[in-house]
C-alpha cells in the first residue's frame, strides 16, 4: 500500500489553513507585565484568556500584548515553568487596549506540573514513571552550533554525543552505550511527530545537519524500556524526541533577528620533526639514496592546509496569529569553512508552522514544514594523514620541469619524472586539484489533526501524515595534472540518492477520571515506508572516456530501488491513584519486511511503577524534601536495522565482473553467483530493568534523579564468517550472540543563589556504563569465540590489519595487543614483549585484551550565573577510563624507503624505533589512557532590554567553544568514536560574537 499523496495533502491543508481567519466579534486587547517573585520581568512566561485559545508569551522583560479578544469580562491566567499560576479578571472594551498592570507569579521550586514531552504525547514531570531527560532551549548549549545533536552535548545522563570537526560532521550518537554489535546503535530520532530517516546520504555528511538548530524549541531523550518500548522494533537504543517552535493562538506578531559571527583556528598539531630536525635524522641514519632526496625547504605541512576558517549564521523568525491560526515561519542562512583548505558548507533552510483551532475548538490542527538546502565543498581528508607523515624538506611547488605535468606541485618522482606510486602525494595538491561538491536537499513535514470526539468526553482521534524526504548528488573532478590519480588520467564521476519516508498514524485516546483516580489509555496503528533509491554513473577519466562502465541491472537501467515497511499497532495506559501511586504499561507489535513471514512479527511489551512519596502524610509538609519518587520499570525493545541490508532473508545472486566470465566464441558473458541469505533472520531482542529515583530538597534548590539499569540484549544481528569460496562475500548476517550492558546515571541541578541582582545555579550529570559480550556463538558449549576488528594503518605493509578483538566475557572492541617489554632505564626495547604464555617464543598466542575504547565514567558539568543584566554560562565535558590507540605513534618509526622519505614524531628521537619487528605496531605502548576534561562553551552576555522601541528587546554574547582540553593523551585529541586515532579532521576553536533582536 502506497501513500503517494501525503506530500500534496500537506501542502493543500498549509494554504486552506494559512488563509483561514475565521469570523469574530468586536474584539479588543489587553497589555501588561509577568513579573516575579523580586519585580523583576519573566520572559518566556504563558499569558493566556481563560476558557479561549487566545494567547501570547512575554518578552525579554515579561510584557506581552494579547489581541482580538472579545469585549467584556475574561480572566487572563499567566504561567511559567518553576511558578505558579495566576489568575486575574479583566474586562475587554472593543477597540482599544487594556492595560491590566503587573502580574506577579510565586515560585513553585518543585518544577512537578511541568510538561514533559513523551511518546506520542505529554506528561505532567510528576507523573512520569520511566528515565525521561528534557531540554528546553534556555539549557541548550551556546554558540555556533551546527548540527542540532550539539544543543545537549553534555546535557543529558547517559547521552553520549561525539562529533567531529569538520563542517556538518556526522556525529556518534550512543544512549546507555547502545545494545548492538553489528546492527545500528543510533537511537531513533523523532521531529515533530515523525519518526526519520537516519540512513547515509550521499552528499551529505550528516543527515541531522539538514535540520536548523535555531527552530528547536526543545530535546528529550527517553533511555528506557518503559518510555521507549512503545516504539518497539526502534527502540533499543533510546530515542531523542525533537520539538520545534510554534506560535500561539492571538499572539501579537514578533519578529527575531539572530545573527553570528565566527572565527575557527587549530586547537593544536602533530608534533612532527621540522626540516632541519628531519635532515639531521636522516643523515644520521639514512642510505645515500635517501640522503641525496633531501630537500632544502622547512615546510610545515599541517599549517599548509590549514586556515582560520570563519563562518555567519542568520535566522530570522515571525511568528504570531492570524485571526484564530496562530503561526510561525522562519529562514536561515549558513555558511561555514572548515578547517580544511576549501572545506565548506552553506545552508539554506526554511520552516512554516501552524496550529489553528477550528469547530468550536475540537478540532486542532498542527501542520509543520520544514527544508533545507546544504551545498557541500569536501576537501581530501586524506590530506589530514598526509601533512603529518610528508617530508617536510620538500617545497609545495617547484620550477623543476619534472613537476610541470602535476601542475607545478612537488611530488616524489624519479629522474624521469614518473611518479613513485608508493610514496604519499603532496597534501597541498591534493586539496587544490580537486573539486568534491554535493547538493543535498531534506524536507520532514508532517499533518497532524486531533478531534475531541462530541459523543464520550474525554475521547479524542489523531491523524498524523508525514513525510522525510532527502535528495543527494554530487560531482568529484580531479584534473589529470594531480599526483593523486595522475595514473589513472585524472577523473570526473558524479553520484546520485533519494530517500523517501511516508508515515501514516492513527491514534485513539480516552482520559477519564475516577474520583482521586486518574486513568488514560490511547491505541495506535502505524504504516512507514522507507525507499532508497540510487543511481549509476560510469566513472570516467578527466577528459569524459570511461575508466570504468557503471554496474547495470539486468535491464540497463542506471538506478535501483530497495525499500522496506513498517506496519504496527502500539498501546499505553496509564493509572494515576492520589498522585502518589502510578503504573503504565505499554505493548507495540512490529511487523517489518526485513524479515521473512514467519519471522517478521515481534511484540514488545513493557510495565512501569512509580511511588511518589512526597504525596504521603508523613513527607507532604516536609520542609526538607519538596519532591521524593520511586521508579522501577522493566520492557522489551527491538532492532531491525542493518543499514542497506534491506533483504537478507531472501536468495539473491550476484553479477559476476571480469574476474568472473565466461568465454564463449570469444564473447564474454559474465556469471551469476549466489549471495549469502538467511531465511531465519528475525528480530535483535533487548531486554531492559530499570529503578531509580527523583528526589527534590530544600524547596528545590536541590533536584536531580538517580538511574540504575541493566540492558540484556540476545539474538544479536551480527556478522559472521562463512566457508571460503561459498559466496562472493565473506559472511553473512545471523542471529548470533548476546551481550550485556549495566549502569548507574545521576543527575543533580542546585540553585545556589537567588537574589534581586546575583543568581547563580549549577548542574552535573554522570554515567557510569559497563558493557561486556555474552555470547558470540550459536552454540551454547563454546565458551570463548575471538573476532577481530578496529582496522589500522601502517607503512610498508608492517603490522596487522586489526587491532580490536570481540571475546566472549569482554567489553565489545577491546584492544588486543602484545604488552610491551622494557629495559632498565624504563625505555620500551623495539620488537621485544612479555611472552605471557611462557612457551620460550612470541607468538599470536601471546596477544591478550587490553582496556576498551568506551569510558567508564561519563561527565558533564555546567552553570548559569547572572547579574543584572549580564550572564555567564559555561558546559564542561569529562571521559573518564577511555583508552585510545595511537595509530599516529604507532607509525612514527624512522623507516627506510627506496625512493622518498617520510616524516615522523618527535617522539622518534627518544625511542629510536626502526623498523626491527614487525610486530611492534600491535604493542600496548601505544593504547594510552583518553581520559579527559574538555571546557565545550563559554558564553557571556548582556541583555540591553528595549533599546529602540516598546516591547523590543536587544541582546549581545560572545562564545567561545573548544576552549581547553586537560588530558595526558600524546595525541591531538582522545575523543574518537571508535578509539583509534589514526589523524582525524581536528576540532577546532572557535570565538564567536552574537547578536539577536526581537520586536
Not at 662 to 671: D, L, Q, S
Not at 777 to 803: C, E, K, M, P, R
Amino acid at each position: 500500500m502506497k501513500h503517494t499523496y501525503l506530500a500534496k495533502l500537506l501542502f493543500l491543508l498549509l494554504f486552506v489553513c494559512a488563509g483561514f481567519t475565521g469570523a469574530f466579534a468586536q474584539t479588543g486587547a489587553v497589555s501588561g507585565r509577568v513579573l516575579d517573585e523580586k519585580s523583576q520581568g519573566v520572559p518566556g512566561a504563558t499569558v493566556l484568556i481563560e476558557g479561549t485559545t487566545l494567547g501570547s508569551s512575554t518578552n525579554s522583560d515579561g510584557t506581552y500584548l494579547i489581541q482580538n479578544v472579545p469585549a467584556g469580562p475574561h480572566t487572563v491566567v499567566s504561567s511559567f515553568v518553576g511558578y505558579n499560576a495566576k489568575r486575574v479578571p479583566v474586562t475587554i472594551t472593543a477597540g482599544q487596549t487594556t492595560a491590566l498592570g503587573d502580574i506577579s507569579l510565586t515560585e513553585n521550586t518543585t518544577l512537578l506540573s511541568e510538561a514533559v514531552v513523551v511518546a506520542y504525547g505529554t506528561q505532567r514531570r510528576q507523573d512520569v514513571t520511566g528515565s525521561v531527560e528534557q531540554i528546553s532551549e534556555k539549557q541548550f548549549v551556546k554558540g555556533q552550533v551546527t548540527n542540532p545533536e550539539q544543543l545537549v552535548q553534555g546535557k543529558v545522563a547517559g547521552l553520549q554525543i561525539t562529533t567531529g570537526g569538520a563542517p556538518g560532521a556526522k556525529s556518534e550518537i550512543r544512549i546507555r552505550g547502545g545494545s548492538s554489535l553489528n546492527a545500528s546503535n543510533d537511537p531513533l530520532i523523532v521531529i515533530d511527530g515523525v519518526p526519520v530517516d537516519n540512513s547515509t546520504l550521499k552528499g551529505a555528511s550528516n543527515p541531522l545537519s539538514l535540520i536548523n538548530p535555531n527552530d528547536i524549541e526543545s530535546v528529550t531523550v527517553l533511555k528506557d524500556a518503559s518510555s521507549t518500548a512503545i516504539y518497539g522494533s526502534r527502540g533499543s537504543n533510546g530515542v531523542i524526541i525533537v520539538t520545534t517552535k510554534r506560535g500561539l493562538q492571538g499572539e501579537a506578531l514578533r519578529v527575531n533577528v539572530n545573527t553570528q559571527f565566527s572565527i575557527a583556528t587549530p586547537a593544536d598539531y602533530v608534533p612532527v620533526l621540522n626540516g632541519d630536525q628531519f635532515r639531521a635524522l636522516v643523515n644520521q641514519k639514512g642510505t645515500a639514496a635517501q640522503k641525496a632526496a633531501l630537500g632544502t625547504q622547512n615546510t610545515d605541512w599541517q599549517r599548509e592546509i590549514y586556515r582560520t576558517a570563519y563562518t555567519t549564521d542568520n535566522n530570522v523568525s515571525l511568528l504570531g496569529s492570524a485571526g484564530k491560526v496562530p503561526f510561525r515561519v522562519s529562514a536561515g542562512y549558513l555558511g561555514q569553512q572548515g578547517l580544511l583548505l576549501e572545506n565548506t558548507l552553506k545552508r539554506y533552510s526554511g520552516s512554516v508552522g501552524v496550529s489553528p483551532l477550528l469547530l468550536n475548538d475540537n478540532l486542532r490542527v498542527d501542520i509543520n514544514i520544514k527544508g533545507t538546502q546544504i551545498e557541500n565543498n569536501f576537501s581530501d581528508q586524506g590530506a589530514v594523514n598526509s601533512a603529518v607523515f610528508f617530508d617536510p624538506t620538500q617545497p609545495i611547488t617547484s620550477n623543476d620541469p619534472r613537476f610541470t605535468r602535476y601542475g607545478g606541485y612537488f611530488e616524489f618522482v624519479d629522474a624521469a619524472g614518473n611518479l613513485n606510486t608508493l610514496a604519499p602525494r603532496n597534501p597541498v595538491s591534493s586539496i587544490k586539484q580537486r573539486s568534491d561538491l554535493s547538493t543535498v536537499r531534506r524536507s520532514i513535514g508532517n499533518a497532524q489533526f486531533d478531534y475531541k470526539l462530541p459523543f464520550l468526553s474525554g475521547l479524542s482521534a489523531n491523524l498524523n501524515l508525514g513525510y522525510d524526504i532527502q535528495r543527494g548528488k554530487g560531482t568529484t573532478n580531479v584534473p589529470i595534472t594531480a599526483g593523486s590519480q595522475f595514473n589513472r588520467g585524472g577523473l570526473s564521476q558524479q553520484y546520485r540518492q533519494d530517500l523517501n519516508n511516508q508515515l501514516l498514524e492513527a491514534l485513539l485516546k480516552y482520559k477519564r477520571d475516577f474520583g482521586s483516580a486518574k486513568f488514560d489509555i490511547l491505541g495506535g496503528y502505524s504504516w512507514q515506508e522507507f525507499q532508497n533509491k540510487n543511481y549509476f554513473f560510469d566513472d570516467l577519466r578527466a577528459n569524459g572516456t570511461v575508466y570504468q562502465t557503471a554496474e547495470q541491472t539486468y535491464d540497463k537501467k542506471n538506478q535501483y530501488t530497495d525499500q522496506y515497511n513498517l506496519l504496527s499497532y502500539f498501546t499505553r495506559a496509564n493509572l494515576n491513584i492520589n498522585d502518589k501511586y502510578l503504573l503504565t504499561a505499554t505493548v507495540r507489535a512490529d511487523g517489518s519486511s526485513r524479515f521473512s513471514k514467519e519471522n517478521r512479527w515481534g511484540y514488545f511489551p513493557s510495565a512501569a511503577v512509580a511511588w511518589r512519596i512526597k504525596g504521603e502524610e508523613f513527607l507532604k509538609n516536609s520542609k526538607a524534601f519538596s519532591d521524593l519518587k520511586l521508579r522501577v520499570g522493566i520492557g522489551q525493545t527491538g532492532q531491525q536495522d542493518l543499514g542497506g541490508n534491506y533483504y537478507g532473508y531472501l536468495p539473491f545472486s550476484t553479477l559476476g565482473v571480469t574476474s568472473a566470465q565466461y568465454i564463449i566464441n570469444g564473447v564474454p558473458y559474465r556469471t551469476l553467483r549466489g549471495d549469502f541469505y538467511n531465511p531465519n533472520l528475525k528480530w535483535e531482542t533487548t531486554t531492559t530493568y530499570n529503578a531509580g529515583i527523583d528526589y527534590g530538597f530544600f524547596d528545590g534548590r536541590l533536584y536531580g534523579s538517580v538511574d540504575i539499569y541493566q540492558r540484556d540484549t540476545k539474538d544479536l544481528l551480527n556478522e559472521v564468517l562463512v566457508a571460503a569460496g561459498s559466496y562472493p562475500s565473506n559472511g553473512g548476517t545471523l542471529n548470533v550472540g548476546s551481550l550485556t550492558n549495566k549502569g548507574l546515571e545521576v543527575t543533580a541541578n542546585v540553585d545556589a543563589v537567588k537574589s534581586d541582582k546575583f543568581n547563580l545555579s549549577v548542574n552535573a550529570n554522570a554515567t557510569f556504563n559497563r558493557n561486556k559480550l555474552t555470547k558470540l556463538t550459536a552454540s551454547d558449549d563454546v565458551q570463548s569465540v575471538d573476532f577481530l576488528t578496529g582496522g589500522i594503518n601502517n607503512f610498508d605493509n608492517v603490522g596487522n590489519g586489526d587491532i580490536q578483538v570481540n571475546s566472549v566475557g569482554y567489553q565489545a572492541q577491546s584492544f588486543y595487543v602484545y604488552q610491551q617489554a622494557y629495559g632498565a632505564d624504563g625505555k620500551p626495547i623495539e620488537g621485544v614483549f612479555v611472552d605471557r604464555n611462557g612457551d620460550g617464543q612470541i607468538t599470536l598466542a601471546d596477544r591478550y585484551r587490553y582496556k576498551s575504547p568506551r569510558p567508564q565514567a561519563v561527565l558533564g558539568f555546567g552553570s548559569n550565573m547572572s547579574y543584572g543584566k549580564a550572564s555567564l554560562a559555561f558546559t564542561m565535558r569529562a571521559n573518564v577510563g577511555n583508552y585510545v590507540y595511537n595509530n599516529i605513534r604507532s607509525r612514527s618509526l624512522y623507516v627506510p624507503t627506496s625512493g622518498f622519505n617520510r616524516n615522523s614524531t618527535t617522539e622518534v628521537l627518544e625511542t629510536g624505533f626502526g623498523t626491527s619487528s614487525a610486530n611492534q605496531i600491535l604493542s600496548d605502548y601505544y593504547v594510552e589512557n583518553g581520559s579527559f576534561l574538555r571546557m565545550q562553551n563559554i558564553t557571556v552576555g548582556y541583555d540591553f532590554g528595549s533599546l529602540v522601541k516598546q516591547n523590543s528587546n536587544l541582546s549581545l554574547s560572545f562564545a567561545v567553544q573548544n576552549a581547553f582540553l586537560i588530558t595526558k593523551y600524546k595525541g591531538l585529541d582522545p575523543e574518537i568514536d571508535n578509539g583509534i586515532d589514526n589523524t582525524v579532521y581536528p576540532r577546532p576553536r572557535t570565538y564567536t560574537v552574537g547578536l539577536n533582536f526581537g520586536f
